[in-house]
């Protein structure tokens, strides 16, 4: 016990050099023009608390030096060729990219779900923060050059990063829990750990006013999660396994249920090919450009976040209980500042 908090202070100091890193690389990608230091300042959230100039220097040396160890092409070039005092800095895109590659149908899955880790990863909102700046401070883009690193939010589990906190500090939480068909709960729970089963992710842990083991979906938490007490004030089971605890806890597969959707003309594809009925018309009223499919679904949450990430070319019309999780959804997307919205036909 008396290294835990070292070996935490260590674990925070490596993600905040590993976040540095990679914002310093998407914003040396990302622009077409050399970039000067004061940009690169600006642009990249962990060296705004820099105490001065030189402290920054020396960080940035570092993490140039960093850069070429680990292979990545950083050059130096004037900025200006009239002024040849002031140096920027960028990466050859044509020695960092990868040479076309193909991939087999099971190596596609596993990148699947890498990126649905990575969409909840605490290193996405850093990132995206680092390409505003550097828009807001007039600097051309190359998008394409951010394929596969830019990250992709399409439904947003706003539980996962303080849950993964509340896992490595061994620190109790509080929030609400909605089970389907059920009102929202208030929880009280010592986590324990966090595991993807099945394509959704799941928290393990101690309810407190239950007085047992207990595993909650992430995506069913519609509260902030609050933290309680001290860190490091409980211990986890040394034999515990969050995947096998979920496995173990889930009901078998329910029965089918039946979807309508409202799919707007030229969007929804993955919809559509698995449609049990397809229309470009029916008695819901008037559906220019639009059409009418039926799908069958058993996990709500699940069919929710696939209509979600359509936004407004994909409306959910019935069941209810869907209806209601899609908007839940798209209202979570805009209060974080996202443009998704759902539209009324």
């Known amino acids: 016990m008396s290294g835990q908090p070292t070996t935490h202070a260590s674990t925070h100091t490596v993600q905040v050099k590993t976040e540095r890193l990679l914002n310093l690389v998407i914003a040396l990608l990302s622009t077409r023009m050399p970039l000067s230091k004061a940009r690169i300042r600006a642009a990249v959230p962990q060296y705004h608390g820099t105490a001065s100039d030189e ?18 092409p950083l050059v130096t070039s ?3 060729p009239v002024f040849d005092d002031e140096l920027g800095y960028r990466i050859d895109k044509r020695e960092y990219a990868l040479p076309e590659i193909a991939f087999e149908p099971d190596e596609v899955a596993a990148l699947s779900l890498a990126a649905r880790t990575w969409t909840r990863a605490s290193l996405a909102g850093p990132a995206a923060t680092a390409l505003r700046k550097l828009r807001a401070a007039g600097v051309t883009m190359d998008d394409a050059s951010l394929v596969g690193i830019e990250p992709v939010v399409r439904t947003t589990e706003e539980a996962f990063e303080p849950l993964r906190r509340a896992v490595r500090d061994r620190r109790a939480v509080t929030f609400g829990y909605r089970k389907p068909d059920a009102e929202s709960t208030t929880r009280r729970l010592q986590p324990w750990g966090l595991a993807q089963w099945h394509g959704r992710w799941y928290l393990t842990g101690y309810d407190l006013d239950r007085g047992a083991a207990r595993v909650f979906r992430v995506g069913r938490i519609d509260t902030a999660v609050t933290p309680i007490g001290p860190a ?7 034999d515990h396994d969050p995947r096998e605890m979920v496995d173990s806890t889930q009901a078998p597969t329910s029965p089918p249920r039946v979807a309508t959707l409202r799919v ?3 969007s929804g ?9 397809l229309a470009e018309h ?10 009418t499919v039926e799908v069958d679904f058993r996990d709500v949450d699940r069919l929710a976040d696939e209509v979600a990430g359509y936004g407004p070319d994909v409306v959910a019309v019935e069941p209810t209980d869907l209806r209601e999780a899609v908007i839940r959804r798209l209202i979570g997307v805009t209060d974080a500042g996202e443009p998704a919205q759902e539209e009324e036909l």
Do not use: C
């Open 55 to 72: 402290a920054f220097d020396r960080m940035f040396e570092r993490d140039k030096d960093e850069l070429r160890e680990l292979g990545i």
């Open 282 to 291: 029916d008695g819901l009223g008037p559906i220019d450009g639009w059409s």
């Open 264 to 266: 707007r003309q030229g």
């Open 269 to 277: 594809n993955a919809l559509r090919r698995r449609a049990r009925l």
């Open 78 to 80: 004037v900025i200006d």
């Open 232 to 238: 490091g004030a409980y211990d986890i089971p040394a």
